[in-house]
């Protein structure tokens, strides 16, 4: 079972920054898919941005040149840090894990999410 917590949500104004963490257990946490999901109010879930044990990253169109995923194994942490804030990024923020073991099916883990809110 894998554990995460996420922080650092809070209110911000338009064109503000704010940095998401979440810090997860496990001894393997390196080898994770780490990933940030968000869902506004009314909206389903949707992926913001992801990053592989091997530091490859992959984000929403609509986030891209603005929020940057990064990891720091050694704290079992990831991070997005939120530039350029837009009304529209308001949501409530996800972590997720990703753990794939050989032939077995991925397991999938959430943390309990926080909220972000971009309004003047």
């Known amino acids: 079972q894998v554990q995460l917590v996420e922080s650092g949500g809070g209110l911000v104004q338009p064109g503000g920054s704010l940095r998401l963490s979440c810090a997860g257990s496990?001894?393997?946490?390196?080898?994770?898919?780490m990933g940030w999901y968000r869902q506004p109010p009314g909206n389903q879930r949707e992926l913001v941005a992801t990053?592989?044990?091997?530091?490859?990253?992959h984000y929403a169109d609509s986030v891209k040149g603005r929020f940057t995923i990064s990891r720091d194994n050694a704290k079992n942490t990831v991070y997005l840090q939120m530039n350029s804030l837009k009304p529209e990024d308001t949501a409530v923020y996800y972590c997720n894990a990703l753990i794939v073991r050989g032939a077995l099916p991925p397991s999938d883990y959430w943390g309990q999410g926080t909220q972000v809110t971009v309004s003047s």
């Open positions: 496990g001894s393997a946490f390196q080898l994770y898919t």
């Open positions: 990053m592989t044990s091997r530091g490859s990253t």
